[in-house]
Structures are given as C-alpha cells and as structure tokens.
C-alpha cells in the first residue's frame, strides 16, 4: 500500500507546493466564518498543477450552511463544465447538516468525516484507536463515507481493528492522519475574534474580524507539560516526535494518507 | 416553558418535585451515558426512580447518550435487551447521541421517545431533519448556539411537532462545543500537577498564565497584534472563550416557545439540586408574569435587570 502526502494550507493559500505532497487540503476545518466560495478556484488551480484536492468543512449553523450551499453550488458547475475533476476532489465533513448538504447536492465526489466529526465511529486516545461498533461503521458507510480524518497522537497506538478485537470483521475504512496537530477542542466563541458578551447582549453571530489569521499562540498551562497552542477558536497540542516507525506500521492503522500541517 | 431536572438519587425526586421539576432524567451504571458517573446503580433502582416519578406526575427519561459507545455485535444485543427493560420499567424517553444507539432505540418494541442530546450537537436546522427523520422528538440544543442563529431550527420543530430544549446557563456553560472535547483526556499531556476535575477545560487560572507567544505571524496583522494578545491572555485567565448563553438568551428562547429548561449537574449534592430546580422555577415564573404584564420589549428588559442581579455564588 503506497502512502498518499498532502499538505493542509491556510487561508492564505500557497502558490505551490512541494512535489512530496499529491494532495493538497484547503478550506476551514474549524469556523463557519472562513467559509467562502473564493475557495473553488484554489481547488481548480491546484488540480491544474496536478495536485489531488480535498476541501475541509466546518461545523455549521443555518448562515454557514448557507455558505456551503453556494460552495457546492459552484463545485457542482466547476464538475459540470470539467473545470474540476470528481475523481481528484473529496470532501471533508464535520457535520451532519453538512453531510444533508452534500447529499442534497448530488456530488460525484467521496466524501470523508472530518477530525471533528469521526469520533462518530473511532475513539481516539493517546494510545488506542477503537473502532466503536458495526452499526456506527455502517450508519456512515450508507452515507457513503468510508475515510476517517484523525491527528496524530502518539506512536502506534492500539487498535481493535480484527474480530477478536471488535467482534466482527471490520471492513470499508481508511484513515487520513494529519500531523502534528491534534485538535483538543473547538469553541463557537471564537477565543481572539469574539467581542465580549455582556448580559443583555443577543448574539446574532461569531462576530469578527478573520483574527485567526493573524497567527496562533502558544501558550504555556501551569499544570501540563507540553504547551497547547491556539489558533481561533482551536486548542491545539502538538505532537513533533516520528509518530509512526515505517510505512508498514500506517498500513496496520490502516492509515493510508498523511496530511501535513505546517501551522495550528 | 417546563423544568427538568437531572437526579441521581431516588431521595432526590421528591423534593425537586417539590421545588418545581416537571421532567426528570438520571443515567444507570452500566449504559453508556455522557461525562460524570453519578448515576442510578442498576434498572431495578430505575424502575423505582420511574414509579417514584410517575407517582407524583413527572416523566422519567434515561440518558444513553455516550459519544463513543464501544459494542461489539453481542453488547449491541445485550444492550437493547437493556433499553426495553428500561422502558419496560417506565422510561419515557431516550436522551441519546450516537447514531448506532438513535438506531438500537428504533429497534425496540414498542419504539421510545428519543431526545437529542447536546453532545451530538445541532447548530442548524438540517442537522435537525436529519435526526428527526431518525425518529427524534426532542431536541437539546447546544449550549453554544444563541436563539438568533436557532431559529431556523425552532420553526422547523415547531411545524414538526418536535420539542426543544436549552440549559438553564446559569447552571451549565461548557465553553467548548460540548462533546467534541478531549481537554478533558490526561493521556493526551503530561500533567506537571494535579489536574482538578474539570479545570483543564476552562484554563481558569487568573493572573498565572504567562503572557501566550505568537507563531507563524502573518506580516499583515504584525502591528495589530497587541490587542488579539491581550484578549486571549485575559479570556484564558478568567476561564476559557465567552459564554453565548445569558440573561437575554434565555429570555429570548423563553419568549421563542422552547419548551424545557434543563438542569444538568448531576454531581450536585440533593439539597444544591433542590435549590437550583426552584430558583429556576422562580425564574420562569417571573417571565411568564413579565410577559402577561408587559409589552415584549419592556418584559424582556424587565428579565434582564433581574437577573443581572443574581449571584451565583450562593451555590
């Protein structure tokens, strides 16, 4: 099994990127806000210098489910006028409405869960990766998603991925490990853009000024080791050690394609 | 707008009954419920909690509502063995998240009530159809979610015939997306000291955290950096990212006709339980009155000012 690299880019985007990488990720994982159609055209530019690309979703509310109707109303023309190729794209999801969305518009495109969305049917720990249950498995395999994106969180964690691990013989899967970043947790009210909400405040929206973008922070906790790092409004932890021994140990995790992040 | 009250304890019933619950849920040891292990020891002692209820006029739900609920093939049966003895014993709902357990609970005879937990949590209305057309009949909203950006979600449940559901936020303001937070899982760091329960999620250490550095600045934000620096340095020394839920959110979900009011902290010792149950009883209470007496607008300010003064600290 040859293991598949790609590169997640910011907002910003990058002219071009390395031949290691055949993928490149865009699009916002974590914020509604960072939704924008001008992103279909980095994903056809892209796919002109030969690259295979992956567009990252957020979670949404009904305005970024607005958002993301008119990106895969524009996907659907790129597709429809070959200016995007299907089988070079997929889609990311952290969402069940987003995953309607797609349903809904009908695009000849995989999609996969997302690393906000995947602990829907694996566990992950420091040192185990668990597969839940059938029925999860294949509550998502119906909605055609069988590539699960996780971060790495460690070196060879434990799995269950056999019969005598999880009763049964666990099929139609595969993960995209993105390193070095492993996503702790996720607020709406966004850490850096947010104004403050007072009592009588009736918030309407994350209401902001794209300060994600300026950069992340590192941040020093009194109690913990390691330092987290945050990006928006995204507690990050990083993990800088080889976190696999050869391409053999990925294939037992079933791991099949690495995504690089060069920042939080 | 009616009460329900988490318990965990069958002695608890009575007096939040007394104090103004008109719902009560619990978890049992040894079904996969969300967070903290205060929970009933075994379905016979739910059986009890559900006549206890029942007796006095209040329904019973169960909460199942573990994210990652690990099965193999034969606990899948053990366990919807399980969720119809529950029923059996006087379950009138299911608070569940997974959608291998929202589908276990399809399976069942006769087919539960199934409510939506937070923890799978739903920010708009597609997500909404989406679990409604999985046989769900309530749905508990995030508290992250404000009533602006809800109501698209509330129309769709209202024309659905599907309830909803909001934490009272004086008693529960998770400052991260509830459910998708691993803040709480030491395995992933080193602890340095011991982590107090809970402490981890809200980074509430004023004064004590050193100033956070920058990396990876873009050159256009460079001189405007100060201000982002300093608002997250003070926001992660009072306790993590600012809450959506306040005063005006819970009036404005009041008047939007959600129809419980949720109390959750199972951990809370009978009497704080108790105490909590009829301050929010008094609450909405005090809305209705304002609502009957005033125009919108001067009803909500009205609730407002009230609870500007309220002091959690009493608890």
Known sequence: ?264 | MKILSCFSDIEEIKPLAAAGADELYCAVTGLPSFGEPAALPDLRAFGKAARAAHRLGLKISLAVNSVVPKLTPAEEGGLLKNLAAASAAGADAFIAASPAVIELLSLAEPKPAVHLSSVQPCFNSLTAEFFIGLGVSRIILPNQLSPYEARGILKLCHARGVETEIFDYRFFGCAYVNGRCSLHRPGYYTAAAAVQKGSMCRLNLPGSLPVPRTVGVAPEWKYRLGGITGRLAERLGRGGAPRMGNAASLYDYFAAGVGYLKYGTRRDPPDVKARKVADMRATLDHARELAAAYPAREARERFIKRLEGWDGKKY
Not at chain 1, 86 to 106: P, S
Not at chain 1, 130 to 144: A, H
Not at chain 1, 177 to 200: A, E, F, K, M, S
């Open chain 1, 1 to 264: 099994m040859a293991i598949e690299h790609g590169i997640r880019l910011g907002g910003g985007g990058a002219k071009a990127v390395p031949a290691l990488f055949n993928w490149v990720y865009l699009g916002p994982e974590f914020c509604e806000n960072l939704l924008e159609t001008a992103v279909c055209a980095e994903l056809v530019r892209f796919q002109k210098l030969g690259k295979k690309v992956c567009l990252l979703t957020p979670l949404l509310t009904d305005k970024g489910a607005a958002s993301l109707a008119a990106i895969f109303r524009e996907l659907a023309r790129l597709l429809r006028t070959g200016r995007l190729d299907a089988g070079r794209l997929e889609i990311t999801i952290n969402d069940f409405g987003a995953l309607a969305l797609a349903a809904r518009a009908k695009l000849p495109v995989k999609l996969g869960a997302g690393r906000q969305f995947a602990y829907n049917v694996f566990e992950q720990n420091s040192g185990s990766l668990s597969l839940l249950n059938r029925r999860s498995l294949d509550f998502f395999l119906e909605r055609g998603i069988r590539r699960y994106e996780i971060s790495a969180a460690g070196a060879m964690p434990r799995t269950n991925f056999s019969r005598s691990g999880c009763g049964f013989e666990p099929e139609g899967f595969a993960f995209t490990l993105h390193y070095p970043y492993l996503n702790l947790t996720t607020t709406r009210t966004c850490l850096v853009g947010l104004r403050d909400i007072q009592p009588r405040d009736s918030v309407r929206g994350i209401d902001c000024g794209r300060e994600c973008r300026a950069c992340a922070f590192k941040v020093d906790h009194p109690w913990v080791k390691e330092k987290l790092l945050i990006r928006g409004n995204t507690v990050f932890m990083e993990f800088p050690g080889k976190f696999y021994s050869s391409e053999k140990e990925l294939e037992l995790l079933r791991v099949d394609r690495l995504v690089y992040c060069p920042l939080p």
